[in-house]
């Protein structure tokens, strides 16, 4: 006897409605892209439940990664039997057995097929008085148990759940378009990201890179969080655009306490530029209010006046130790705070405007034709596809 399947659980889309279809379709594709290199291993869909069938695989590495796939709730590993009493008897048994630090237990069994001779009360006493009497130091405790042993009566077979292990929640990745995220090396734009995939966006990343003030690791650094982000989803495209020529342009033509706004400015241009040529809807970044100049109403007023592209801001109103929780949580953090300068943090001019104006801004950039230098560093991105695959080394040795 042994555990056999996954059973997945996934709340939220249940109440997606007729968009349900799609939902359950594109977390199965997600699960299974993400299963791929567990060659034996299926991903299934009944009414109302996925599974993940092990056709003998170690459970451990694949709970751990469907643990990171949004729009499942959360998980269970299950013993398929046939509908028979006694195996039934058998498999929960086992389940009880393999669980570690349980002591109080309760059965509850689901009856759904009803030809099944016996009903779900009286199944669970059954049950339980088999598990009471062939172990020695367990009880039953149906108020505050310490495990739950599901039991599942289903037309094809019966399931035997135990521990729920809890997932992201979320929506599939993929069901919700695709979103250009500007992506630095700081701490907040990777949650930004991880944020608007929890809500079922795909992403491509944009990264403004001024070489030689910025450096190769920078660089790396960037494409270092875009692999760590692919763990919640498929493949990221990074797009780095070479920023130099029109970063140093603009710090030599606009008034100083500009310069940022203008900067901000051209890089939501340049996003909007890419975003047609890719058919991708929207941007997200990881603007937080308040947090530094760029980021006032005054100063989003200004710089979201070059688009009418939707923009996601998904840590908008949260405080910054909750956004360092959350990346703490899903291993960008350490890389975030790797000392390798953004060009961000390396232009930074000496009295940046809190309060800047739109007609302003558009009056000092009116006075230099910045078009040339704009497309210039559209046409000399580089495109980078950055994968999930298993080893940071061999990653690297092919996105270099
Ligand atoms: P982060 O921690 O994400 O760098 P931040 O708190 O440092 O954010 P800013 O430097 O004002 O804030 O940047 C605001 C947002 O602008 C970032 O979250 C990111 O989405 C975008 N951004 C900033 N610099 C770059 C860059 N070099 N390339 C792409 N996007 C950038
Ligand atoms: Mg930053």
Redesign the pocket.
């Known amino acids: 006897m042994q555990y056999d399947h996954i059973l997945i659980r996934y709340g939220e889309m249940a109440l997606k409605g007729k968009n349900i279809k799609k939902f359950i379709l594109q977390l199965q594709q997600n699960i299974q892209q993400k299963l791929k290199e567990f060659t034996n291993v299926k991903v299934k869909r009944t009414q109302g439940r996925m599974f993940v069938i092990l056709n003998g695989h170690d459970p451990d590495p694949i709970i751990e990664k469907c643990r990171h796939i949004f729009g499942i709730q959360s998980l269970s590993l299950a013993i398929k039997v046939e509908n028979d009493a006694e195996k039934i008897k058998e498999a929960a048994l086992y389940a009880l057995k393999e669980s570690s630090h349980v002591r109080k237990f309760k059965v509850t069994v689901k009856r759904i097929n009803k030809d099944f001779p016996v009903r779900s009360q009286e199944m669970n006493q059954v049950l339980g008085r088999h598990l009471l009497i062939n172990t020695d130091d367990f009880t039953v405790d149906v108020h505050q148990p310490d495990m739950e042993i599901k039991v599942e009566i289903r037309q094809e077979a019966t399931y035997i759940t135990s521990a729920v292990i809890p997932g992201f929640g979320g929506l599939p990745v993929g069901t919700s378009g695709k979103s250009l ?10 949650v ?1 990201g991880f944020l608007a995939m929890k809500r079922g966006v795909q992403l491509e990343a ?4 001024s070489p030689p003030f910025t450096s190769e690791r920078a660089k790396q650094k ?1 494409l270092d969080l875009s692999k760590q982000l692919t763990a919640f989803g498929g493949s990221i495209k990074v797009h780095i ?1 070479p ?1 130099t020529k029109l970063q140093q342009e603009i710090f030599r033509e606009i008034p100083d306490g500009y310069a940022m706004t203008v900067m ?1 400015r051209m ?1 939501l241009r340049i996003s909007e530029i890419l975003c047609e040529k890719e058919g991708i809807l929207s941007m ?5 209010l308040g ?2 100049a ?2 006032t109403m005054e100063s989003m007023n200004v710089i979201n006046a070059v688009t009418n592209y939707p923009i996601l801001r998904p840590l908008i109103a949260m405080d910054k130790s909750e956004i360092i929780d959350i990346s703490k949580q899903i291993g960008t953090y350490e890389t ?1 705070i790797l000392p390798y300068e ?4 390396i232009f930074v001019p000496k009295s940046p405007k809190t309060k800047p104006k739109r007609d302003k801004a558009a009056y000092f950039e009116s006075k230099k034709d910045f078009s040339g230098l704009i497309n210039e560093a559209v046409d000399g991105i580089e495109t980078i596809k950055v994968s999930p695959v298993k080893k940071y080394d061999e990653a690297f040795d092919d996105l270099l």
């Open positions: 995220l500007l992506l630095s090396g700081g701490i907040d734009s990777p930004a944009i990264h403004f890179h960037v655009v920023f901000r890089m997200t970044t990881g603007e937080n947090q530094v760029s980021q975030s953004d060009c961000c943090t």
